[in-house]
């Protein structure tokens, strides 16, 4: 079985875990998106929040290189760690992968990239996570 990381933010579209999409929030009062949940408009605090899918493509904005990660990072250290910026306006954290450090710029284009990771205390189930990739 393949269950998403957090099914507010990422929406798995078919049953392997290979395809998926972001998910946000958006105020149909100012315009305004954010990335996962939320209860209130951030800009105006309209309470009148619609749930919407987001880009699957973005723009690197910023990114660190990672060397101490946080208790529990499954994956190899060091790694890099990307702020990508969506065309719907959202921000979005997350992994960025197949790509050298010497190769990293911001501004280039990324692609949402999921990958499956061994879920804790459950041999048989996987978490699906999003993470970035050069585009
Ligand atoms: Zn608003």
Redesign the pocket.
């Known amino acids: 079985m393949v269950v998403s990381v957090d099914d507010r933010c990422l929406r798995l579209t078919d049953d392997s875990g290979e395809r998926g999409v972001l998910l946000g929030m958006r105020?149909p009062?100012?315009?305004?998106c954010v990335f996962g949940p939320a209860t209130f408009?951030q800009?105006?605090?309209?309470p009148d929040l619609e749930e919407i899918e987001l880009s699957s493509e973005g723009t690197l904005y910023s990114y660190t290189i990672v060397r101490v990660p946080p208790p529990g990072w499954p994956g190899p250290v060091p790694y890099v760690l990307g702020e990508v910026e969506l065309s719907e306006g959202p921000h979005v954290l997350a992994e960025v992968v197949d790509c050298a450090h010497d190769d990293l710029k911001v501004g280039m284009a990324v692609s949402l990239a999921l990958r499956t990771v061994a879920m804790d205390g459950a041999e048989d189930s996987e978490r699906v996570v999003y993470k970035w990739r050069p585009a």
Not at 29 to 32: D, E, P, Q
Not at 43 to 46: L, Q, Y
């Open positions: 105020c009062h100012c315009g305004v408009c800009s105006c605090t309209s």
